[in-house]
């Protein structure tokens, strides 16, 4: 079993900066995907960006050169740098990755969540 801790979620005001984390630990023997979503109230929850284990990235339109995600493979985590802040970024963040065990099974884990307020 594996468990995802995020952390770095709060409140911010509008073009500050927040740093979100999330660590993987237990039985882990390769994590090949880690990416972030998040989710408001009454709509679905979206991609905001993704890395793969070479290290190529993928990023929603709407964060594009405001937000960079970065991993480190040695601690099992994955960051998301967020400048800019625009108060439509206001959400529950969550991490997920896919995680391959000593098995070579590989399954799909998700964070409990992080809220991210931007707001004067």
């Known amino acids: 079993q594996v468990q995802l801790v995020e952390s770095g979620g709060g409140l911010v005001q509008p073009g500050g900066s927040l740093r979100l984390s999330c660590a993987a630990s237990?039985?882990?023997?390769?994590?090949?995907?880690m990416g972030w979503h998040r989710q408001v109230p009454g709509k679905k929850r979206e991609l905001v960006a993704n890395?793969?284990?070479?290290?190529?990235?993928d990023y929603a339109d709407s964060v594009k050169g405001r937000f960079t995600i970065s991993r480190d493979d040695v601690r099992n985590t994955v960051y998301l740098q967020m400048n800019n802040l625009k108060p439509e970024d206001t959400a529950v963040y969550y991490c997920?990755?896919?995680?391959?065990?000593?098995?070579?099974?590989?399954?799909?884990?998700w964070g409990q969540g992080t809220q991210v307020t931007v707001s004067a």
């Open positions: 997920n990755m896919d995680v391959a065990d000593a098995d070579f099974r590989i399954n799909a884990y």
């Open positions: 237990g039985s882990i023997f390769s994590i090949f995907f």
């Open positions: 890395i793969r284990r070479a290290g190529s990235t």
